[in-house]
Every structure is written in C-alpha cells, then in structure tokens.
C-alpha cells in the first residue's frame, strides 16, 4: 500500500443527499490531508480498529481505510440516521468494508470498544453558535452547530477517551480557533494525553487545525 490517501468516489450521492448530510468541504479535506500525512506512523503502530464518530457522507473513514488496506477493522458512528446510512453506501462504492453505527457518540458501544480503539478521528460539530441554533431534528444544524465555544459535542468525548482508546492508540481532532486549542489541550492532559497540531489552514472565514493526541506513559 502507498503512503497515499485517494479522495473516495461520491458521485453516487445526489443534492438530495446533501439536505440531509454534510457535504465534504474545506474541514473533510483537510483531516484528509492530516492523516495521509500520518500514515506511516499510523501503520507503525499496527492498527487494529479505526473509529471515526460523525462520519457524515464517509469521505474520510472511506479514504483512510482504502489506504491502510483490509488488516484493520473500520467502524464509523453518526447521530444522523441519514449519514449512516450515505456512509454505508460511500463504503460499499468504494469497495472498502466498513461497520456503520447510528447512534450518539459510542454510547451503545463503550463496553464493547474499551481499550480497544487504536485510531480515532473526529471532525466535531465545531462552530460556536446560542444553543438554540442546535435543533435536534435537523440532520444538517447537528453536523455543525457546536453550541457555546463550538465545544459542546467534543467535550462530551473528551472524557471517553481513556475508556475507549489503547494504549498506544491516536486521535485526530478537527477544531477552529474559536474552540480553544490551549483549553483542549489543558483538559486532554488533565486525562494524561498530549496534544499537538499537525496541519492548519484558512479557509475562508475560518482557522482550521488538527491536533493530534497521544497517551503520555507514566
């Protein structure tokens, strides 16, 4: 395998998909590009299972597993019952095989992946929006809205993230300055995980940034 992540084909999906589920755009590129940058030290540490929680259309789960090969297990969560569901199809197009799980974060499956994660990738609900923006019964607003500092989703995860990762497993975090960085990082070592960023773009009107997050061993 090449140390090259190739964009999935998503000429399957239509408009009609993309009411209901967030389109790839500058942020999904550019976790693409982070982790294309990490492939070799991702395969250095010999994966066994990748999650990725909000998979929306499955660009990025969807590409790393075409890179990494079939040796790993893939699993992919969203919230969003339609974005399962266009993950699943986004796998199936690209000839990769992936387990898709609709549900809010892990919840339903914290006992089954404890300790057993080796990479873990997340592009949050990031932008900070009044929590009345976040209306559960819109697919869309839920792919986006983070409510207060944009942290409100992502800081539900950060205290799973000792239960659910291995020992020497990885996460990738997507964020925009607004969310913090320094405040991540701080709370991210109170559970005994540095932070560090690996790529960072503008675009647009946002700052854009992935960290990466490893266990510090005591």
């Not at 140390?3 to 000429?11: G, Q, R």
């Not at 993950?87 to 892990?106: I, K, Q, W, Y």
């Not at 709370?187 to 854009?208: C, D, N, P, T």
Request: hydrophobic share 40%.
């Amino acid at each position: 395998m090449m140390d090259k992540i190739e964009t999935p084909d998503l000429s399957h999906l239509s408009s009609s998909d993309y009411e209901n589920v967030y389109e790839p755009a500058e942020d999904s590129f550019l976790m693409l590009d982070a982790l294309e940058s990490e492939i070799p030290y991702i395969k250095a540490i010999k994966p066994t299972i990748c999650l990725e929680i909000g998979s929306g259309s499955g660009i990025v789960l969807t590409g790393l597993a075409k890179c990494l090969g079939s040796g790993c297990a893939y699993l992919s969560v969203d919230i969003n019952s339609h974005a399962a569901r266009v993950t699943h199809r986004t796998a199936a197009r690209n000839s990769v095989s992936l387990e898709v799980v609709n549900c809010d974060l892990v919840g339903p499956m914290l006992s089954r992946i404890q300790n057993e994660i080796d990479v873990l990738v997340f592009n949050p609900p990031y932008v900070p929006t009044d929590e009345s923006e976040i209306d559960p019964k819109s697919p869309i607003a839920l792919s986006w809205a983070g409510g207060l500092r944009g942290r409100r989703v992502m800081d539900r995860l950060f205290p799973l993230i000792p239960h659910i990762m291995s020992a020497n497993g990885i996460f990738y975090l997507l964020i925009v300055k607004e969310n913090d960085e320094d405040d991540i990082c701080k709370v991210m070592k109170s559970y005994k995980w540095h932070g560090s960023v690996i790529v960072e773009r503008k675009a647009g009107r946002e700052y854009l940034k992935v960290l990466k997050f490893k266990h510090v061993k005591m």
